[in-house]
Protein backbone atom coordinates (compact mmCIF):
# COMPACT_ATOMS: atom_id res chain seq x y z
CA UNK A 1 0.00 0.00 0.00
CA UNK A 2 1.36 3.39 -0.83
CA UNK A 3 1.07 5.97 1.73
CA UNK A 4 0.12 9.67 0.31
CA UNK A 5 1.74 12.84 2.38
CA UNK A 6 -0.90 15.36 2.80
CA UNK A 7 -0.36 17.89 -0.34
CA UNK A 8 -0.14 14.95 -2.40
CA UNK A 9 -4.20 13.85 -1.04
CA UNK A 10 -4.72 17.61 -2.21
CA UNK A 11 -3.30 17.92 -5.33
CA UNK A 12 -5.11 14.69 -6.47
CA UNK A 13 -9.10 15.83 -5.53
CA UNK A 14 -8.05 18.62 -7.98
CA UNK A 15 -7.29 16.05 -10.59
CA UNK A 16 -11.25 16.00 -12.01
CA UNK A 17 -11.43 19.71 -12.93
CA UNK A 18 -11.63 19.20 -16.11
CA UNK A 19 -15.39 17.44 -15.95
CA UNK A 20 -18.71 19.65 -15.64
CA UNK A 21 -20.21 19.82 -12.29
CA UNK A 22 -23.29 17.43 -11.44
CA UNK A 23 -26.96 19.21 -11.53
CA UNK A 24 -28.55 20.60 -8.46
CA UNK A 25 -30.66 18.17 -7.23
CA UNK A 26 -32.45 20.62 -4.13
CA UNK A 27 -36.23 20.46 -2.84
CA UNK A 28 -37.08 23.29 -5.23
CA UNK A 29 -35.56 22.97 -8.48
CA UNK A 30 -37.49 25.55 -10.45
CA UNK A 31 -34.11 26.70 -12.55
CA UNK A 32 -33.66 24.57 -15.98
CA UNK A 33 -30.22 23.49 -16.24
CA UNK A 34 -28.28 24.98 -19.75
CA UNK A 35 -30.56 24.05 -22.72
CA UNK A 36 -33.38 22.66 -20.80
CA UNK A 37 -37.18 24.07 -20.35
CA UNK A 38 -37.97 26.32 -18.12
CA UNK A 39 -40.68 25.46 -15.75
CA UNK A 40 -44.38 26.88 -16.39
CA UNK A 41 -45.73 29.03 -13.32
CA UNK A 42 -48.25 28.23 -11.68
CA UNK A 43 -52.04 29.49 -12.51
CA UNK A 44 -52.78 30.53 -8.59
CA UNK A 45 -53.73 33.62 -8.26
CA UNK A 46 -51.51 35.38 -5.52
CA UNK A 47 -52.85 35.71 -1.92
CA UNK A 48 -55.39 38.26 -0.96
CA UNK A 49 -53.94 41.66 0.62
CA UNK A 50 -54.81 42.47 4.07
CA UNK A 51 -55.27 45.72 4.75
CA UNK A 52 -53.76 47.29 8.11
CA UNK A 53 -55.44 47.32 11.24
CA UNK A 54 -56.78 50.42 12.71
CA UNK A 55 -54.68 51.94 15.54
CA UNK A 56 -50.82 51.49 14.32
CA UNK A 57 -50.03 50.71 17.58
CA UNK A 58 -47.62 47.94 18.65
CA UNK A 59 -48.32 44.90 17.76
CA UNK A 60 -48.98 42.52 21.58
CA UNK A 61 -45.98 41.17 23.18
CA UNK A 62 -43.65 42.78 20.58
CA UNK A 63 -42.50 44.49 24.14
CA UNK A 64 -42.27 47.99 22.53
CA UNK A 65 -44.77 50.93 23.72
CA UNK A 66 -47.20 52.25 21.43
CA UNK A 67 -45.65 55.26 19.02
CA UNK A 68 -47.40 58.48 19.21
CA UNK A 69 -48.30 60.29 15.92
CA UNK A 70 -46.94 63.32 14.61
CA UNK A 71 -47.45 66.66 16.64
CA UNK A 72 -47.05 70.02 15.20
CA UNK A 73 -45.33 72.67 16.55
CA UNK A 74 -47.30 75.05 18.18
CA UNK A 75 -45.12 77.87 19.12
CA UNK A 76 -41.67 77.76 17.44
CA UNK A 77 -38.65 79.14 19.02
CA UNK A 78 -38.15 82.92 17.75
CA UNK A 79 -34.74 83.66 16.03
CA UNK A 80 -32.50 86.57 16.21
CA UNK A 81 -30.09 87.58 14.20
CA UNK A 82 -27.44 90.47 14.69
CA UNK A 83 -27.09 93.14 11.78
CA UNK A 84 -23.46 92.81 10.22
CA UNK A 85 -22.16 96.32 10.54
CA UNK A 86 -19.26 96.86 7.95
CA UNK A 87 -16.86 99.81 8.65
CA UNK A 88 -14.55 100.61 5.31
CA UNK A 89 -10.87 100.13 6.01
CA UNK A 90 -10.39 103.87 4.69
CA UNK A 91 -11.70 105.40 7.85
CA UNK A 92 -9.37 102.66 10.01
CA UNK A 93 -6.21 103.17 9.84
CA UNK A 94 -2.87 101.95 12.16
CA UNK A 95 -4.08 103.97 15.30
CA UNK A 96 -6.63 103.89 17.36
CA UNK A 97 -9.73 105.86 16.30
CA UNK A 98 -12.12 107.68 18.30
CA UNK A 99 -16.04 106.54 17.04
CA UNK A 100 -19.25 105.65 18.37
CA UNK A 101 -19.52 101.54 18.41
CA UNK A 102 -22.25 100.37 16.38
CA UNK A 103 -22.82 97.69 18.18
CA UNK A 104 -22.79 99.68 21.90
CA UNK A 105 -23.71 102.88 20.54
CA UNK A 106 -21.20 104.15 23.05
CA UNK A 107 -18.44 107.08 22.25
CA UNK A 108 -15.08 104.94 22.39
CA UNK A 109 -11.55 105.12 21.32
CA UNK A 110 -11.13 101.39 19.72
CA UNK A 111 -8.26 98.86 21.24
CA UNK A 112 -6.03 97.94 18.65
CA UNK A 113 -4.58 94.42 18.42
CA UNK A 114 -1.84 93.03 15.39
CA UNK A 115 -2.27 90.17 13.79
CA UNK A 116 -0.27 88.33 10.76
CA UNK A 117 -1.49 89.49 7.62
CA UNK A 118 -0.73 88.89 3.80
CA UNK A 119 2.03 91.34 4.04
CA UNK A 120 3.87 89.96 6.98
CA UNK A 121 3.46 86.05 4.90
CA UNK A 122 5.23 87.74 2.13
CA UNK A 123 8.37 89.91 3.91
CA UNK A 124 8.94 86.37 5.36
CA UNK A 125 9.30 84.37 2.19
CA UNK A 126 10.90 87.32 0.39
CA UNK A 127 13.82 87.18 3.60
CA UNK A 128 13.88 83.45 2.42
CA UNK A 129 14.71 83.78 -0.91
CA UNK A 130 17.59 86.23 -0.14
CA UNK A 131 19.00 83.85 1.73
CA UNK A 132 17.73 84.88 5.21
CA UNK A 133 16.17 81.56 6.06
CA UNK A 134 18.09 81.02 9.73
CA UNK A 135 16.08 83.31 11.72
CA UNK A 136 15.43 86.40 10.37
CA UNK A 137 12.79 85.31 8.35
CA UNK A 138 10.95 85.42 11.55
CA UNK A 139 11.76 89.46 11.75
CA UNK A 140 8.50 90.17 9.86
CA UNK A 141 6.32 88.48 12.24
CA UNK A 142 7.94 91.07 14.97
CA UNK A 143 7.62 94.38 13.19
CA UNK A 144 3.89 96.22 13.95
CA UNK A 145 4.33 97.32 10.68
CA UNK A 146 3.73 94.49 8.72
CA UNK A 147 1.09 93.30 10.53
CA UNK A 148 -2.74 94.08 10.64
CA UNK A 149 -4.58 95.69 12.86
CA UNK A 150 -7.77 94.63 14.66
CA UNK A 151 -10.21 97.71 15.89
CA UNK A 152 -12.40 96.23 18.51
CA UNK A 153 -14.85 98.11 20.99
CA UNK A 154 -13.54 98.36 24.76
CA UNK A 155 -16.74 98.64 26.07
CA UNK A 156 -18.41 95.56 24.27
CA UNK A 157 -15.49 93.64 22.77
CA UNK A 158 -16.77 93.57 19.53
CA UNK A 159 -14.88 93.41 16.24
CA UNK A 160 -15.20 96.78 14.74
CA UNK A 161 -12.89 96.19 11.49
CA UNK A 162 -9.48 95.28 10.32
CA UNK A 163 -6.79 97.27 8.68
CA UNK A 164 -5.42 95.27 6.12
CA UNK A 165 -1.94 96.39 4.79
CA UNK A 166 -2.12 94.10 1.72
CA UNK A 167 -5.17 93.27 0.16
Known amino acids: METK ?13 NE ?7 PNNTFPQPGGVAPVPSSEPPPAYEPPKAGYGALPGSGYPPQGGYQAMTNPAPVYTQPVIVIQNSTLGQNPKNLQCPYCQANIV ?31 FCINDLQDVRHT ?15
Not at 5 to 17: E, L, V
Not at 20 to 26: E, M
Not at 131 to 137: E, S
Request: include cysteine; hydrophobic fraction near 35%.
Open 110 to 140: TVINYDTGTLTWLSAGLFCLVGCWLGCCLLP
Open 20 to 26: PAPPYTG
Open 5 to 17: TWHQSIIGSFSNM
Open 153 to 167: CPNCSQLIGVYRRLD
